[in-house]
């Protein structure tokens, strides 16, 4: 397992961006697929975006693509989430999260999860 910290949260007003980053401990980082989850309120926990371990697949929710864009650097051992055209419906706490094994877009299979970053977005 990996120790993952997420950064970068906060208040936006809808239309603007947020880039979330998340910071992974120890050195198998570099081969681990990298995803980001969210939850909102009294909603289950949903598949936003994934990274696969060489940056080279990507994968989006419906919801987020064309705004949203998953990167990483693995010589930083971070990955990141860049967030544009923001809508209300984006709020929610954001997880990133290590797959050893797979590159997935459920959140099965990741057995290293940070403690999230809480995103709000008003209207």
């Known amino acids: 397992q990996v120790q993952l910290v997420e950064s970068g949260g906060g208040l936006v007003q809808a239309g603007g961006s947020l880039r979330l980053s998340c910071l992974a401990s120890?050195?198998?980082?570099?081969?681990?697929?990298m995803g980001w989850f969210r939850q909102a309120p009294g909603k289950e926990r949903e598949f936003v975006a994934v990274i696969s371990w060489s940056g080279g697949s990507t994968s989006y929710a419906a919801s987020v693509k064309g705004r949203f864009t998953i990167s990483r650097d693995n010589a930083k051992n971070t990955v990141y989430l860049q967030m544009n055209s923001l809508k209300p419906e984006d709020t929610a706490v954001y997880y990133c999260a290590a797959n050893p094994s797979q590159y997935s877009i459920s959140p099965v299979g990741y057995d290293s999860w940070g403690q999230g970053t809480q995103v709000t977005v008003s209207s």
């Open positions: 120890g050195r198998t980082f570099r081969s681990y697929a």
